[in-house]
């Protein structure tokens, strides 16, 4: 059973945006994007908690079972801001940790067809959320 994942409006708007456009619409690789948002618990920027990541966020995580850590940063499609360390939500994976807490693990086929198991361990930044 996959865990529960809140997403904040904002995103989910530009997301359905994007999603929308001619080059996304018959996308079959993105179905799963589609059913994450689908299912997400739906809230406003300033009502996020903080260790929820969200569009842009810096996170750390762990692959299991090898125990691997990393850094990375959820990226929008096309967004070559961070060519080491960024993942783009319209992969298998990025679209996996979209909305997971800290804590929270999730599986998810890859596009070799294996599993990937992703363990949330910390939400180092959230730029989804502004500081008064």
Do not use: C, Y
């Amino acid at each position: 059973m996959k865990p529960e994942i809140i997403v904040s409006s904002t995103d989910l708007d530009r997301l359905e945006g994007l999603l929308a456009t001619p080059a996304a619409r018959n996308r079959r690789d993105l179905d799963g994007l589609r059913d994450e948002l689908d299912r997400a618990q739906i809230v406003e920027p300033e009502a996020l908690p903080r260790d929820v990541v969200t569009m842009a966020s810096r996170i750390r995580i762990r692959e299991l079972p090898s125990g691997r850590e990393r850094e990375l940063v959820l990226t929008w499609p096309g967004d070559r801001s961070h060519p080491d360390d960024g993942i783009s939500v319209f992969t298998p994976a990025g679209s996996a940790l979209l909305g997971l807490s800290t804590g929270q693990i999730i599986d998810w086929p890859t596009v070799e067809g294996h599993s990937a198991r992703l363990e949330v361990l910390e939400v180092l930044s959230q730029p989804a959320i502004q500081t008064a």
